[in-house]
């Protein structure tokens, strides 16, 4: 999938995440939530919509919509799912979570992106996180899953 959304010149840094739903067919609303709840994907008028936290960092809201993106290819959805953020806190997520999050670094921080600017120098999580737009945590789980050290 992420070569074809790449091949319609979908994966431009930063990525935008409104865009790649947008060509897949979902609807994205910012919807109040309680701070516990990132996003949610749901069927909604013969459709699919992500809901992302109106109350959210856009860094926070650019990737749960890469999560609910990664939700929607990878595991088919059927019915609502909701995304609670204490769970990615705590570390307390299963497979399911955990293939969203990789799908959503990879889809938000692409190898080949991340390793140029390793190489030119720019190793800070900071920096990496400035330029993909991402919070830093995200660029630590990024940058740890191609087996850089993190600074």
Do not use: C
Request: proline share 3%; aromatic share 8%.
């Amino acid at each position: 999938m992420l070569k074809r959304l790449e091949m319609n010149g979908l994966l431009k840094l930063p990525v935008d995440v409104h865009a790649v739903a947008e060509y897949l067919g979902l609807d994205v609303k910012e919807e109040a939530m309680e701070d516990e709840l990132s996003g949610f994907i749901e069927p909604r008028n013969g459709g699919w919509a992500i809901g992302i936290n109106a109350f959210h960092h856009p860094n926070r809201q650019r990737f749960t919509i890469a999560h609910e993106i990664g939700h929607f290819l990878l595991h088919k959805p059927r019915e609502k799912h909701v995304d609670i953020t204490f769970a990615r806190r705590t570390g307390g997520k299963n497979r399911i979570e955990n293939e969203a999050d990789s799908f959503a670094a990879k889809l938000l921080m692409p190898e080949a992106a991340v390793r140029q600017l390793v190489a030119s120098g720019q190793t800070s999580l900071e920096s990496l996180a400035a330029y993909f737009r991402v919070s830093v945590m995200a660029a630590k789980y990024r940058v740890q899953s191609l087996g850089f050290a993190v600074r």
